[in-house]
């Protein structure tokens, strides 16, 4: 029993680094992607190993909508475990996500709980008193979901949100029964036009129509707040035109590209559906947001827009399209399961306070 307790005494193991994104010290650089990649290993089996190029990359631009800090252990000059803290430019200046990673074989020696300490004391400075974080749970692996979820249980975590991670093939795609579908949603809605935009395109877009630009935003401010949030105390707040038009140029910088498309009627744009992806890689590529304006619901908005953007994609060739959804959210659910996605995780969201973190040394 003594012993135990002394190896979870962590206060002197690992030697804490803190940096901010976008790195910029040599050593770092070359050393944290391969950590990453040992993350991605043990912690993200269903994922597609982003090359060793794209993580570099990542850690050197500016995502635009966020701000990262990452907190490394490093124990005898061995990368031992990470912490993530992102903070969201949407205005709420209170709360931060954090996610702690420590690869399989550095398990159980107290590193998460340095990092803990470690990511409470930046938060603290930094006037932080809500944190978030997620924890996922596959069926492969519930025993490890149960340990963080203990773990979460110890710091008083209330849980706010699931959602399901489901997937969808390319060489899985019922194609015939997709482009029936869009022709026949196509036909309910005469009145309706597509406008589609690459990245580059919707920001210039954005930054050189002011009337478009107007419209944009007002339909993001009012859509965002339908999806579902669950438990969580986040509050959606309103962007300004030129609040948006900073997030984009900065993420001009980034190595993401996406594809936009917008649904309107007499000129309002009342839906809208988009994807993301590494750039130039039409790999795993990840849906963000679709909605539909409420007044608009139940009339085959989203589903039009859904099998227009799968067609396009299609046409580009990709290999995999995933999907986060709320486990509530029971229209997107039934239209994704509809498109042929499949669940394969879980994801369980929390959130707590950062006093209730724990400190280094017990
Ligand atoms: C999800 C959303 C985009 C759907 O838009 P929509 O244009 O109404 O969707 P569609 O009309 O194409 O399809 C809705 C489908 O869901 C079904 N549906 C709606 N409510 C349902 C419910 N409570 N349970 C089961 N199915 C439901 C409809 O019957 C329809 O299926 P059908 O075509 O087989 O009859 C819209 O509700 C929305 O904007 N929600 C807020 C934003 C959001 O949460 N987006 C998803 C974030 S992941």
Redesign the pocket.
């Known amino acids: 029993m003594m012993l135990i307790r002394t190896s979870s005494n962590t206060s002197l193991m690992a030697n804490i680094i803190t940096v901010e994104h976008p790195f910029e010290e040599g050593d770092l650089l070359e050393e944290y992607p391969d950590f990453q990649e040992q993350i991605y290993v043990d912690n993200y089996p269903f994922e597609q190993m982003p090359t060793r190029q794209f993580r570099h990359q990542d850690l050197m631009t500016d995502q635009g909508h966020s701000t990262y800090l990452t907190i490394l252990a490093k124990d005898n000059d061995m990368m031992v475990g990470r912490a993530i803290i992102v903070q969201n430019n949407d205005g709420n200046a209170d709360r931060v996500f954090i996610r702690i990673d420590v690869p399989k074989q550095y398990r159980h020696r107290g590193y998460g709980r340095q990092l803990a300490a470690a990511a409470k004391q930046q938060c603290i400075q930094r006037q932080i008193t809500i944190y978030e974080t997620a924890a996922r749970s596959h069926t492969k692996n519930r025993q490890s979901f149960t340990r963080t979820r203990e773990m979460l249980e110890q710091v008083k975590i209330k849980q706010t949100n699931v959602e399901k991670k489901s997937r969808l093939y390319q060489d899985q795609l019922d194609i015939a029964m997709i482009r029936q579908w869009n022709r026949k949603t196509k036909e309910k809605l005469p009145e309706i036009e597509i406008l589609a935009y690459t990245k580059q395109q919707y920001r210039e877009r954005i930054l050189e129509d002011d009337q478009f630009a107007a419209k944009a935003v007002a339909y993001y401010n009012e859509?965002t707040k339908?999806?579902?949030q669950g438990d969580s105390s986040r509050k959606i707040k309103d962007d300004t035109v030129e609040q948006v038009r900073q997030q984009l140029q900065q993420q001009a910088k980034n190595n993401w590209d996406n594809y936009v498309i917008f649904a309107l009627i007499d000129d309002n744009i009342i839906?809208s559906t988009l994807v993301y992806f590494p750039q130039g890689k039409l790999i795993q590529v990840n849906t963000g947001?679709?909605?539909?304006r409420k007044q608009?619901?139940?009339?085959?908005?989203?589903?039009y827009l859904k099998t227009e953007m799968i067609l396009n994609l299609c046409e580009k060739g990709f290999d995999h399209l995933d999907t986060e959804?709320a486990e509530n959210?029971?229209?997107?659910l039934?239209?994704n399961q509809?498109l042929g996605f499949e669940e394969i995780y879980q994801w369980y969201f929390f959130e707590g306070m950062v006093a209730d973190l724990p400190d280094a040394i017990r």
């Open positions: 859509v339908l999806v579902p839906g947001l679709t909605a539909v608009w619901w139940g009339r085959s908005i989203a589903s959804n959210n029971a229209a997107i039934h239209i509809k």
